[in-house]
């Protein structure tokens, strides 16, 4: 029998295509996935083209191009790289069920600084609930603001797409990623309820596409699990230009005044860095942008600090933030100690604890004993740290909490600790001792550097960990 020539398999987990059957799918490692599909099916929508593809020599090319559209929210266009949101780029914001996302996005709705028109797609709530939060946030204050934002309760792509044709809006959002379906994706996909990663992965593309071909941006949302990972936004990820994910802190933190604080992070960003974060509090006006970050995460108390606390000077992308560091050592419950640390990357906490133990034979006594204890490692107002500054903090606190030492209170640290134990420089020392110092911290613990930074007021330097606790505790 002749071989129809016009068919191609077709993987139905992720979508690779194979011009012959195979059983596993070579590109997401699924079997059984690979579905007889024929070729114009498969090019019809997702491929659809404009006559011949064309070249442009580079120097042709408008620079322009890429104008952004700001989202009115300083910190959201801060992560966003300067300005806010490139034209013709995506942004997909994750985060977990109720931490914000769908209020961001209608924040943003009514904050973009636009001309254009503003489509906001939801199949998620219906146009009346959609009403009763615009109104909580006190938009309806404004009516050309209530008047702009055009909403469309809907995830079918076909709809969508429509609505998109109609009225060419320059501003995208869409909430969510999970509630998209198409009637086209189904001939591909092996499920065609909205949510399955083919519906989302197709709708999602098609709704890039569009923004890319008429000068918009889109914003897209997607729902994430505790654990993170969850494989629906996961392969989103490499589709859009830039991923930014919602964390929250828990609320039963220790800290006074900020019960509820979110924290936006880009963990992709095509145009911007990845090291801005944006810190939101969450109100009964929704989400503000919290500008006065300096001593947010510090605990308010009178005089001493309790042994097992150091306070950190740490940079979180332009801004320098004091973090409460909290350490608690107790002799190990099982055969192997273990740390526990959700804030700050376990690995590195290990890492330090055992350049402490090595490095730290004061008075020719043995090194500190940590490998025995079990470590808990907490960082004040729930703040997920990642800055390498942090270590030398660190290592004070987890001193501190195995020896019942209390450091003390008008001390800051910065620094980056070595397998070595010697200490390394960190980036914009002057700045964190700045801000140290107009929060009232009158001595800052921090690496050895050169002259210039050397001239910062309060700024003790040591080149070890070992100099770093004699010079604390004042040992000889
Ligand atoms: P929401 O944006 O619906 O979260 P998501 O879309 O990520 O699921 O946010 C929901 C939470 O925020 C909900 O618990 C109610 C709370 N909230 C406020 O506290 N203040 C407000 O002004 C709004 C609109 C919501
Ligand atoms: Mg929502």
Redesign the pocket.
């Given at each position: 029998m002749k071989k129809q020539k016009n068919l191609i398999y077709k993987c139905s987990s992720c979508g690779k295509e194979e011009p012959k059957w195979l059983g596993r799918c070579p590109e997401c490692g699924e079997w059984n996935t690979f579905a007889e599909t024929s070729i114009s099916a498969a090019n019809s929508v997702m491929y659809k083209k404009k006559g011949l593809p064309q070249t442009l020599p580079l120097a042709a090319i408008d620079p322009m191009e890429g104008s952004r559209i700001s989202s009115g929210i300083g910190e959201l266009d801060r992560i966003l790289g300067g300005n806010g949101i490139m034209k013709r780029s995506s942004v997909l914001i994750g985060?977990?069920?109720?931490?914000?996302?769908?209020?961001?996005?209608?924040q943003i709705a009514a904050a973009a600084v636009t001309k254009g028109r503003i489509l906001y797609v939801s199949g998620?709530e219906s146009a009346g609930q959609l009403r009763l939060?615009a109104d909580?946030?006190g938009l309806n204050a404004d009516k050309s603001v209530m008047e702009r934002i055009e909403i469309l309760c809907s995830g079918n792509l076909e709809e969508i797409e429509t609505v998109l044709n109609n009225i060419k809006p320059v501003l995208v959002l869409i909430?969510?990623a999970q509630t998209l379906f198409s009637d086209n994706a189904s001939m591909h996909a092996s499920n065609s309820v909205p949510g399955g990663i083919n519906q989302m992965k197709f709708c999602s593309f098609e709704l890039i596409s569009w923004v890319k071909e008429h000068d918009a941006a889109l914003i897209l949302?997607a729902?994430v699990t505790k654990e993170g990972l969850i494989s629906g936004p996961k392969t989103l990820e490499h589709m859009v230009d830039t991923v930014l994910y919602?964390e929250q802190n828990d609320k039963t933190s220790s800290l006074s005044g900020t019960a509820?604080c979110r924290f936006l992070r880009a963990s992709k960003n095509r145009f911007g860095s990845t090291d801005e974060i944006g810190i939101f509090t969450?109100?009964?006006?929704?989400?503000s942008p919290v500008e006065d970050t300096g001593s947010m995460f510090l605990v308010r108390r009178e005089g001493e600090l309790p042994p097992g606390v150091a306070i950190a000077a740490v940079l979180e992308g332009s801004r320098t933030i004091m973090v409460e560091i909290q350490a608690l050592c107790i002799p190990a419950k099982g055969t192997i100690s273990r740390v526990f640390s959700d804030k700050i990357d376990s690995g590195r906490v290990s890492r330090i604890s055992a350049a402490l133990e090595k490095h730290l034979g004061l008075q020719g006594k043995p090194g500190l004993r940590l490998s025995d204890q079990d470590l808990y490692i907490n960082a004040a107002g729930g703040i997920r740290i990642t800055e390498v500054g942090v270590e030398l903090a660190l290592a004070c606190a987890l001193y501190s909490a195995r020896t019942g030492l209390a450091l003390p209170a008008d001390l800051a640290i910065a620094g980056e600790l070595s397998l070595t134990g010697e200490i390394r420089p960190v980036r914009r020392l002057p700045a964190r001792v700045k801000t140290a110092a107009s929060l009232g911290f009158n001595s800052f613990l921090g690496p050895v550097t050169d002259q210039s930074e050397s001239n910062s007021s309060g700024l003790r330097q040591a080149g070890n960990i070992k100099s770093a606790i004699k010079m604390i505790y004042g040992y000889n």
């Open positions: 985060g977990e069920p109720g931490i914000g996302k769908s209020t961001l996005l209608l998620e939060r909580r946030l909430d969510s949302t729902h919602f509820d969450m109100g009964e006006k929704g989400l």
